[in-house]
C-alpha cells in the first residue's frame, strides 16, 4: 500500500493486473499471527510494472534509452559526463538507480568514500505452481514464516501469489538478512527445497538469487551533482521489499532536484537527512530499527519466543493504512 500511495502522489492509477491480497499469515514453526487488511498489500508482476512505468514516461515526454548500460560517470564542478555504449550524455545531475546489483556510489573525486548501503542480505526466489489457485482454494494471501529464525538462519521464507496469466503460480523465496556476517553464510536452497515441498509446488522457472542492498539511517546518498535512489540506496531492511521504497525515493530526488535548480545548487547537502525526515524514512526507521533487533538478536536462547509473544501484541493492534 506504500508504495500505491506514492503512485497516487504522482497522479497515477496502478496500470497492470494485480492481486489484492487481505490476509498475511506470519508463521513460526506451527504458530500463525494472522494480519487483515482491505487491502493489505497488492502484488504486481515486476516485469509488466515496470514496462508499464516506462510507457507512462515516454507519453509525458521523457526520452528512454534502451540497451545501452551505462560504462563511466565523470562528474566534474560544472557538470557530468555520462558513458553508456551507445551515447554520451552531458548533464547538471544524475540520479543513480542502478539496481541491487551496482556497484558502490561514486566517488567524488577520490577524496569521499564511497556511499549506499554496506549491509547487503541476499535472497533466492522462483515461480512454481501454486496448488491452492488450482484448485480454485482460498482467497489470495502471502505468507511469511520465520521458523528460520529458530534454526540462526536469520531470515524468513515467503509464498506471494501472482496476478494475470500468472495466476495459478505463486512466487516463493528465502530472505536471509546476513547479520551473522562474521560467519559462514548458510546455504539457502534445502530452505527453499522445504518451503517448495512443503507446499506441494513444482518449479517452473529456474531458482533466481541476487543481492538486497538494506537501508540505514547512516548511509550517504548524495555527492555534488549525483543522488543515489531506489534498491541502490537501500531497501526495507525487515522483509527486502523494494518497489513501493522506489518509488517513494523517486519522489524525493525529484524535489531535490527542483530545489536545486531554483536555487542553482546541486550540491545535495542534506539530502540524507532529509530522506530520514520524510515518510520513506520513517517507515525505512522502523523496518531498520526492527531488523536490527530481530535478527540482531535471534540467536539468544528464548529470543524467538520472545519476539513472537510481542508480535501477537503488535498484531492486535495493528489497522493497515495507506501511507501519507
Known amino acids: 500500500?506504500?508504495?500505491?500511495?506514492?503512485?497516487?502522489?504522482?497522479?497515477?492509477?496502478?496500470g497492470v493486473p494485480r492481486v489484492d491480497v487481505r490476509e498475511a499469515h506470519f508463521r513460526m514453526r506451527g504458530r500463525?499471527?494472522?494480519?487483515?487488511?482491505d487491502p493489505l498489500l497488492s502484488v504486481v508482476e515486476r516485469t509488466n510494472f515496470d514496462h508499464w512505468l516506462v510507457q507512462v514516461l515516454r507519453t509525458r515526454g521523457v526520452r528512454v534509452v534502451e540497451q545501452s548500460p551505462v560504462q563511466r560517470i565523470v562528474p566534474s564542478s560544472c557538470g557530468v559526463k555520462v558513458h553508456t555504449a551507445t551515447h554520451e550524455f552531458n548533464a547538471q545531475a544524475v540520479v543513480l538507480a542502478s539496481g541491487s546489483r551496482s556497484l558502490d556510489f561514486v566517488e567524488w573525486e577520490g577524496r569521499r568514500p564511497g556511499a549506499g548501503p554496506r549491509w547487503v542480505a541476499r535472497a533466492l526466489e522462483v515461480f512454481a505452481t501454486?496448488?491452492?489457485?488450482?484448485?480454485?482454494?482460498?482467497?489470495a494471501s502471502v505468507e511469511f514464516d520465520f521458523s528460520p529464525l529458530a534454526r540462526g538462519r536469520y531470515g524468513y521464507r515467503w509464498k506471494f501469489p501472482m496476478p494475470g496469466e500468472r495466476a495459478a503460480t505463486a512466487n516463493y523465496g528465502v530472505f536471509d538478512s546476513r547479520r551473522y556476517a562474521q560467519r559462514r553464510a548458510p546455504d539457502l536452497n534445502p530452505e527453499l527445497s522445504t518451503l517448495l515441498q512443503a507446499s506441494g509446488a513444482k518449479n517452473l522457472e529456474a531458482i533466481q538469487g541476487y543481492p538486497i542492498r538494506l537501508y540505514s539511517p547512516l548511509v550517504r546518498l548524495s555527492a555534488p551533482r549525483m543522488l543515489l535512489v531506489g534498491d541502490a540506496a537501500g531497501t526495507d531492511p525487515f522483509f527486502g521489499e523494494g518497489i513501493g521504497v522506489s518509488l517513494a525515493y523517486g519522489r524525493l530526488a525529484a524535489r531535490e532536484i527542483d530545489h536545486a535548480w531554483r536555487l542553482e545548487d546541486f550540491g545535495f547537502t542534506g539530502f540524507a537527512g532529509r530522506v530520514r525526515g520524510s515518510d520513506l524514512g520513517d517507515y525505512l526507521g522502523v523496518r531498520w530499527a526492527s531488523a536490527r533487533f530481530v535478527y540482531g538478536l535471534s540467536r539468544l536462547p528464548g529470543f524467538t519466543h520472545l519476539a513472537w509473544a510481542v508480535a501477537h501484541l503488535i498484531a492486535r493492534g495493528y489497522h493497515p493504512r495507506l501511507a501519507g
Open 1 to 14: 500500500m506504500f508504495g500505491l500511495q506514492h503512485l497516487r502522489g504522482l497522479g497515477l492509477e496502478l
Open 130 to 139: 501454486d496448488p491452492l489457485a488450482a484448485r480454485g482454494g482460498q482467497p
Open 32 to 37: 500463525v499471527i494472522t494480519v487483515r487488511g
